[in-house]
């Protein structure tokens, strides 16, 4: 599937400059686009080594495993595969409160970390393992509280009430959540 | 109450950042070397998504860049018509998962349009919400640790994502309609 999304940007993306009659305009694309891909990564690179750094303190300090304790259920049930000592717990934890809480850039690192904590025991090392897939859903689909962004824009734009959306915004990430948690569900079991 | 809890939301990370280390020295940890230990791990992570990210923001650019949304759903225009406010609210469903700031501007056009109290304003501002940057989230994860088949993953996001599309028409157009 990604492969033909891929193929079809640039092909669609070609035709489309075509009928402009300004295809050079798609190189300058291609490049611009693998620019913004580097500024990313730079930011990205600060954010990550942050978080990562600070992950390890509440790792060996005992934090992480204490957090496992009281909430590992929770984990086990949307992660039915896991084993009940494993190590990726904590840090799927910590990436879902992150989320939940809007905790702004530390969500990516922590769900990177839990990636790679999934990655260890992985047979296939180039195939999604089942708890890949739901780790991934989980974070396509997170409860939002506060979408920050959206309620400042709303700000400038000088709305009545700037911050009507957070209910909205609030319940449909509760049901896109059910619903990513039941179609994950539904694909895991075809898949078998 | 918003208020309130944009405060917590801001006071949460700065109390995180302190009370981690604290909690670690009290429990005896060697806090600066931990800390680099952890951090040290973040290189191998960050030189595995260089390739997929570049690729990927290349070929959504190209997507962006060149028109072909706006071209293609000039072509659909006559279909679109017939729907309440499709014309406005279907680029930023195809636009959402592909690039978070692409989004964005489509929602300040429609704010400054429409105004921001319109109802299509609010989906859309509700749609900007709910949604993540799906092909983002699915490169940088799946990048870092190597995955190449990715399974049913991509489809149940994106399903996700169309679904979302409808359930926050439905619940805006309930509240707000």
């Known amino acids: ?32 686009g693998a620019e913004k891909a580097i500024g990313i990564i730079i930011g990205l690179i600060s954010v990550l080594i942050f978080w990562l750094g600070l992950m390890k303190l509440a790792e060996k300090s ?17 992660f039915p595969g896991l084993a009940k000592d494993h190590p990726a717990q904590s840090y799927i934890l910590s ?12 969500a990516t690192p922590l769900g990177i970390k839990a990636m790679q904590e999934l990655q260890k025991n992985n047979p296939c090392k180039d195939q999604a393992t089942p708890e890949m897939c739901t780790l991934l859903a989980l974070n396509n689909s997170s409860i939002t509280i506060l979408p920050t962004l959206v309620v400042g824009l709303r700000l400038k734009y ?10 909205s915004t609030f319940l449909v990430t ?3 959540t059910v619903i990513a948690i039941t179609l994950d569900k539904f694909y895991r079991v075809r898949a078998v | 109450m918003y208020n309130i809890l944009a405060w917590l939301g801001t006071s949460l990370v700065p109390l995180i950042i302190v009370s981690l280390p604290l909690y670690a020295l009290y429990k005896r940890t060697p806090v600066y ?9 973040s290189f191998p992570i960050i030189l595995s998504i260089i390739p997929h990210l570049v690729g990927m923001m290349a070929a959504i650019n190209v997507f962006y860049e060149t028109g072909a949304l706006s071209f293609y759903l000039g072509l659909l225009k006559p279909l679109l018509h017939k729907l309440p406010n499709a014309e406005h609210l279907v680029p930023i469903l195809l636009l959402r998962p592909l690039t978070g700031t692409g989004a964005l501007a489509l929602l300040e056009k429609l704010y400054a349009t429409f105004g921001p109290d319109a109802l299509v304003s609010k989906i859309a501002s509700t749609l900007q919400g709910s949604s993540e940057t799906t092909f983002y989230v699915f490169t940088v994860y799946f990048g870092a640790v190597g995955i190449k088949k990715s399974m049913y993953a ?3 996001a994106l399903l996700t994502d169309l679904l979302i599309f409808f359930v926050a028409i439905l619940v805006c157009t309930w509240l707000f309609g």
């Open chain 1, 1 to 32: 599937m990604l492969h033909y999304i891929w193929v079809g940007m640039f092909v669609s993306g070609f035709i489309a400059a075509l009928a402009q009659g300004k295809l050079d305009i798609l190189t300058q694309a291609v490049f611009s």
């Open chain 1, 62 to 78: 005992g934090l992480l495993q204490k957090l496992t304790r009281l909430l590992g259920p929770l984990v086990r049930w949307l």
């Open chain 1, 95 to 106: 990436n879902l409160s992150a989320n939940l809480l809007g905790l702004g850039n530390a």
């Open chain 1, 158 to 167: 000088q709305a009545q009430a700037p911050t009507d959306i957070v209910l």
């Open chain 1, 174 to 176: 509760i049901i896109a």
């Open chain 2, 33 to 41: 070397d931990t800390f680099i230990e952890g951090a040290k791990e």
């Open chain 2, 154 to 156: 991509l489809k149940v």
